[in-house]
């Protein structure tokens, strides 16, 4: 089984991907979107194997600090990110961090981890 999922993410992007033994999240639209799909993941996924966070756009990343923000938010074991530095400043990393989350080291000019 594989089913891949284009999201209502208003101007921006959500997909996710499930197998019968992985769930990966490719990005989260905007802040607003989180509303209209939302249900389809809180509460209907265990865990999220994979988030991938594209890039830091307002259309891509709001969704994720949403989802990172709530209560029943399901467990996430990797996370790809493709912005070392802008990572650096970003509300996703504290939620990551009120979360219990650990990045894995990043090589950049500044290490966020």
């Known amino acids: 089984m594989l089913k891949i999922r284009m999201h209502k993410a208003d101007n921006g992007d959500c997909v996710s991907i499930e197998t019968e033994s ?6 989260g639209g905007t802040a607003q979107s989180f509303d ?3 249900e389809q993941i809180v509460g209907q996924v265990d865990k999220i194997d994979s988030l991938i966070v594209t890039h830091i756009d307002n259309d891509h990343v709001n969704g994720v600090i949403k989802l990172l923000m709530h209560p029943e938010c399901p467990s996430i074991e990797q996370v790809y990110f493709n912005g070392a530095e802008q ?6 990393l504290r939620q990551f961090k009120t979360r219990g989350f650990q990045l894995p080291p990043v090589f950049s000019r500044r290490n966020i981890a």
């Not at 990572?87 to 996703?92: E, G, N, V």
């Open 22 to 27: 992985e769930f990966i999240l490719v990005d």
């Open 87 to 92: 990572l650096s400043t970003s509300p996703m």
């Open 36 to 38: 209209s799909w939302k």
